[in-house]
Each structure stands twice: as C-alpha cells, then as structure tokens.
C-alpha cells in the first residue's frame, strides 16, 4: 500500500544517507576519534531527531574538508543545522533545506586534483545540454558558432515576421483584443465565466480563499493569506509520478509556507477599460519599424495587480526605456519576492500608467515587433493592445499543448546552456526577457 511505499523509500532514503556518512568517515579518521556534538532527543518536534542528527553528521563531514579545526567544523556545522531547522515548518520542508545546505556545503570543498574517486563526474554543460553538451559551446553569446547570417535591423525584422502570432493565437492565447464598439475597451476571447457576480467577494489568486471587501477595495476581515509561491511540479518516483510546490516540495493541499498580511486578487482581466492601441504610422526609409523586447514588474494593490515597472529593449540588447511607475490605487504587498521592487523604489516615482502608454505609442507602431516570454501578462499590464507579437512561449509550445507552456528558464537551458532567476527573491530586470531575443535567435541561425 501507499505507506509501506513511503515506509521503503524512507528507509532507503536513511540507508543512503548512512551509507554517505559511513564513506565520509573513513576518509577523515581523524574526525571519528572526537566527540561529534548529538542533537538533544525533543518529543512531539516538527523534524525527527534522528534525521536531523544524519543530517548535522553529514554537514561536519563536508565543513571538516575545509576547516581549520574539528571544533571550527562542529560549530559551523552545529550553526548550519539550526538554521536549517528553524527555516522548515515540516520535515518535508527540513529536507528540502537541509539538501540544499549539504550541496552549499560541498561547493565550499577545495578541489583536490590528487584524491581518486570512484564515482562519475558530471559536468554542468552535461546536466544541461545532455549527450551534445561537449559539442555544445556555455557561453550566452554563441555569435562565434552562429555566423550563418549577420542578421540586424530590416534584416532581422524580415527573419522574426515568420514567426509572429496569427489573430486567431492571439484570442486563443488571451491577449487583449480591440472591443469593435468600444474605443478604449479591450475583448478577452478566453476569459472565464465569473462564478459570482458580488462584486465585494474576491477570491485569493495566492491561497483560493474566499475573502469580502468594501465598495474602496480594503479588506472587511483581516486575515493573513497562507500560500504557496512556488509552482506545482511533477517528480518521478518509483511507481509513478508525485507533484510537489517547487518552493518548499510540499504535497498537493500541504499547508502553505509563506504567510502574507492579506488576500490579494489578480483583476487585470476584470478591468478591460483604459486600453489604448498602437497605430499606423508612414513606413520608414529602410522599412524596418523597429523589434523591442519589453517586460513590466507588478505588485497588488487594492483593485489587484498594477504596474510598478516597466523596461524596453532594443534588437541590440540595449535598454531605451526602463522607470518605475506609480501604482494608481493603495498599494498592499510589493511583490518583491518575484519583481524586486521595493516600497522605497516607489516612494519618490511620479510617472502614471498614463505617461508610459504616451511614451510607448511614441516608441512603437502598429508594424513594431514585440518579443517576451507570455506577453499578453505584460500588455495587461500595461493596457496596451498590439498584435506584432513574437512570443517564445508560442514559438517553442509545451508538449502538452495549452494551457501548458513552457518556462522560460527552460528554453534558456535547452538553447542557450545558461539558468536563470534561480533565486525567486532577484529579480534581473532586463536579462529574462533579453534573453528571449536570444533565444528566438539561436532556434532559426
């Protein structure tokens, strides 16, 4: 059954683990003669003893490699573990933690190039470029293996027209579509059925709970929001798949691990008024009416998601338009952990939506050639309808087709050997979305 399974795999997994610190011990005699500090047994704790004491002998056999003492090894070990332990609200969590405290721990580790070993190394490039990685050059400009074409300007603009959004992807993809009756209005073709029509009851984007709010936007109730930030991922384990948060490998309907003030909702698609379009203008000497990338930070207000930045790059890679931007209602969580934004960025910022809509209907025409990663979030965002769209999550579609789509973290390993945003908490405003020109680049040089 289900828990002899998980029994089996607990086991193995403390058989491995032992077997790790077995090794270890033999390779550093010296340590096996000194007292190694014990965790102290707690009854009813959130972590087993016992693990957490595997774990505390594992993090002394790594700080022992390059420490200057045993006792020097202990302490630090001893710190890491407690740290380790007070970061996780479960044991699920304390592994999690733990695991990626052991690794941080062996990258401490000076190389020793006379010390033989029987396992195999694996190099990065392997891990992800595969069988071709050795063929396969890890730097972000490749332009040395990639002259098949020196593509720039109308050039370029020509090349990316192959792979622009048809109508019909547009609608079906949810990006907002000029309303035939309405100027000012957008259409959304894929927006769902509102289940009630109380415009006071909101339902939580983060955790899905049902909250009540005034004819202002303010919260009736205060109630902190418990939720998961990381995305469900599926895990393959012996017998079958497992899915689990990517923030902390919580189970589907675990309680959540990061606790916030309030409930926040999303909105942008419930607020279609606003919109402004891009339009005709008198073609160019060379023909070429321009390729930007553009990505836009958002944090919840009390109407929902607003703008509070937005960047523009250009087919250079060169940024020519990048402000913060004043949200126009009460700001309630800056969103930092995922936009970098902070209260104090805002704090002195003036600029409107309003005023980034005039800059860009100034920038771009209805011929100009956007590219980013889902951009229909971005357009949102900035109430801004346009249909020369270059989107690399349509351009490289989900095996599953939609709603699935790819990460753009993805098409980065797979493309152009490089990860990104591997922490939630940074972000690095115009290098995602950089990359997506990048990477559109590499798939038809």
């Known amino acids: 059954g289900a828990e002899s399974c998980q029994s089996w795999l607990c086991s193995q997994h403390c058989w491995g683990l032992q077997a790790m610190l077995s090794a270890d011990q033999l390779e550093n005699p010296a340590s096996a003669s000194l007292q190694r500090p014990v965790i102290p047994t707690e009854f009813g704790a959130k972590v087993p003893t016992n693990i957490r004491q595997r774990y505390l002998n594992l993090f002394i056999d790594e700080c022992l490699k390059f420490c200057s003492s045993s006792q020097e090894a202990f302490d630090k070990a001893l710190a890491e573990e407690k740290v380790a332990y007070e970061r996780s609200t479960s044991r699920n969590i304390y592994l999690n933690v733990a695991v990626n405290t052991l690794k941080k721990l062996r990258s401490l580790v000076p190389n020793s190039p006379?010390?033989?070993s029987n396992k195999k190394v694996v190099s990065h490039e392997a891990v992800l470029g595969g069988k071709l990685a050795a063929k396969t050059s890890f730097t972000l400009n490749r332009s040395g293996s990639l002259k098949a074409e020196d593509l720039t300007g109308a050039a370029l603009y020509r090349r990316l027209k192959e792979y622009l959004m048809t109508e019909e992807q547009l609608k079906e993809n949810g990006y907002p579509m000029p309303h035939p009756e309405k100027p000012g209005r957008a259409v959304l073709f894929t927006a769902e059925e509102k289940k009630s029509t109380d415009s006071s009851c909101r339902i939580c984007c983060r955790c899905g709970t049902e909250y009540m709010v005034s004819a202002?936007?303010?919260c009736i109730r205060k109630e902190e929001c418990v939720h998961h930030w990381g995305r469900l991922r599926k895990q393959r384990v012996p017998g079958g798949w497992e899915t689990h948060y990517s923030c902390c490998s919580?189970?589907?309907?675990?309680?959540?691990?990061?606790?916030a003030?309030?409930?926040?909702h999303d909105g942008r698609k419930e607020s279609l008024d606003g919109?402004?379009?891009?339009?005709?203008?008198?073609?160019?000497?060379d023909?070429?009416?321009g390729i930007f990338a553009l990505d836009c930070e958002m944090?919840?207000?009390?109407?929902?998601l607003e703008l509070t930045r937005v960047t523009v790059i250009n087919s250079d890679l060169k940024v020519v338009y990048d402000t913060f931007v004043k949200p126009d209602t009460k700001v309630v969580d800056y969103n930092t952990r995922f936009s970098g934004v902070t209260e104090e960025d805002l704090e002195n910022t003036s600029i409107t939506l309003r005023d980034v809509q005039a800059v860009l209907l100034n920038m771009f025409s209805a011929d100009t050639i956007l590219i980013g990663h889902s951009l229909e979030s971005d357009l949102f965002a900035l109430k801004l309808i346009h249909g020369t769209v270059v989107d690399t999550a349509i351009v490289f579609p989900h095996r599953l087709g939609l709603p699935y789509k790819r990460a753009l973290r993805t098409l980065m390993a797979d493309y152009l050997k490089r990860i990104i945003q591997d922490n939630a908490e940074v972000c690095g405003c115009p290098e995602p979305f950089g990359m997506c020109t990048h990477v559109v680049s590499c798939h038809f040089l």
């Open 114 to 116: 006379s010390k033989t």
């Open 216 to 218: 202002s936007g303010s």
């Open 250 to 259: 919580g189970a589907v309907g675990s309680a959540g691990c990061q606790v």
């Open 261 to 264: 003030k309030q409930h926040v």
């Open 275 to 285: 919109f402004v379009k891009t339009f005709e203008k008198l073609p160019t000497t």
């Open 287 to 289: 023909g070429y009416p």
């Open 299 to 304: 944090c919840y207000t009390k109407q929902g």
